[in-house]
Structure formats: C-alpha cells, structure tokens
C-alpha cells in the first residue's frame, strides 16, 4: 500500500517570501501524486497533479512541483508567497490501474505574516 | 467555484435522530466519494461510488449508510450516530475512480455535530 508523509505541520513565512513544502511518498508501484489546498472552512482544491511526463508541474495560484522518483519526493514551491495563500495544504498519492483509494498526507498549515 | 453541491451546510443532531447529507454534482462525473475529516487531521474515505455502485467501504459502521439514487446524487444517512461522529464530512466526484488520474472534485462539506 502506498502512504505519504508530510513532514512539516506548520511552515511560517513572511508575505512574498518563497516557500517549500516538503512531501515524500512510499510505493512500490508507480503513482499518481496530487497536492490540494484547504482554506478555513472550505473544502478542498487541487493546485496541480503529476500523473507521468514532465516531472515539474505548474498549478493555479503560481504553485509548482517537481516529482523526484530517486528520493520519492513531490515538494510543494511558490517563490513569492501572498496573505491569501494561507491554509492547509496536503499531498496525496493514488495507484493508477487499480481499485485503490487516493491517500492523504497529515497536511502542512502555511501561515504567511506580513 | 466548486461545481459539488453539500446540504445541509451545517447539522446538529441527536444520537437517536436519523439525518441525512446531500450531494450534488452535474460535471458528468461517474465516481462519487464520501470522506470524513476530523478537525486538523486530513480526510479518509469513507465510501466511493463508481457508475452508481458501491465500489469501496472503507469498513465503514453501519450507522452512515451511503444511496447513489443517480449518476448525479450522492447522500449519506446517518442514524444513531455517536459524538464522535462529528466532523466535516466531504462530497467529491471526479470522471473516473481514483485510480485514473482524474481530478477528484470536493465541495464545501457538512458539518456535522452530534450532542
């Protein structure tokens, strides 16, 4: 089975300050590996997906992640962060070609102070 | 803008009520889900629909009880449910099941409360 492991639960940053948040999965198999964004009380939003292909993938909000198959990683970057960026984002990983679930990490809460 | 419609947006029940969460989406999907999240804590499954039949529970107690009534339609009955039950619960659809690639799609959630 496949699991994700965000490392950091909280990452402070100042406004337009760049910013990294780290995630790192486990699969034997080939994945799927998604980042989505929560805003307070809201549901949650994709900022970009890595199904296969190019391995940096540009999202909404000026987001972008690269996948590193050798160490496992899809690390979360913006290089000048706003107020509004403020939330919780979580990797989450899937199987492709089979019944399996899309699997979420414990989530990074972003606080961007000015 | 989600395109997943919730309701009730918020609920509060008792532990012998029988409530129920609805779910709306007209973007086509053929895969519906059903997830709990706890506060700060990400969400589980809980249920996935795919062309309108159970595909996965997720060991799910019986007390929530998942209808596909159509392709469009997602609700979660909730009967005897206890505190610990209260959460936000998540709608999602996408066009396919998770193992596609396809973006799986939330909405706002319910929250719900149990006293």
């Known amino acids: 089975a496949q699991s994700v492991t965000q490392l950091d639960s909280q990452v402070p940053v100042f406004e337009e300050a760049p910013v990294e948040l780290r995630c790192n999965y486990s699969?034997?198999?080939?994945?799927?590996l998604f980042w989505y964004v929560q805003y307070p009380n809201q549901g949650l939003q994709l900022l970009l997906k890595?199904?296969?292909?190019?391995?940096l993938v540009k999202g909404i909000n000026g987001f972008e992640a690269e996948f590193n198959k050798s160490q496992t990683s899809f690390h979360l970057r913006k290089p000048s962060v706003h107020i509004s960026d403020t939330a919780e984002y979580f990797c989450?990983?899937?199987?492709?070609?089979?019944?399996?679930?899309?699997?979420f990490g414990t989530g990074t809460r972003l606080q961007v102070t000015l | 803008d989600t395109e997943v419609t919730q309701t009730p947006k918020h609920l509060v029940m008792g532990m012998t009520n029988k409530k129920s969460l609805k779910c709306e989406q007209h973007?086509?999907?053929?895969?519906m889900y059903w997830y709990k999240q706890k506060a700060k804590k990400p969400p589980e499954l809980m249920f996935v629909y795919s062309y309108e039949k159970l595909s996965i529970n997720e060991s799910v107690p019986s007390r929530f009880s998942p209808e596909c009534p159509n392709s469009s339609l997602l609700n979660l009955h909730l009967h005897a449910l206890q505190p610990e039950d209260s959460a936000l619960y998540l709608c999602?659809?996408?066009?396919?099941?998770?193992?596609?690639?396809?973006?799986?799609?939330f909405g706002e959630g319910s929250w719900l409360t149990v006293v």
């Open positions: 890595y199904l296969s292909g190019s391995t």
């Open positions: 699969s034997s198999v080939s994945v799927y």
């Open positions: 989450a990983v899937s199987m492709p070609g089979t019944a399996s679930k899309l699997t």
């Open positions: 999602a659809s996408s066009q396919d099941g998770p193992n596609s690639g396809n973006t799986i799609y």
């Open positions: 973007m086509g999907h053929r895969a």
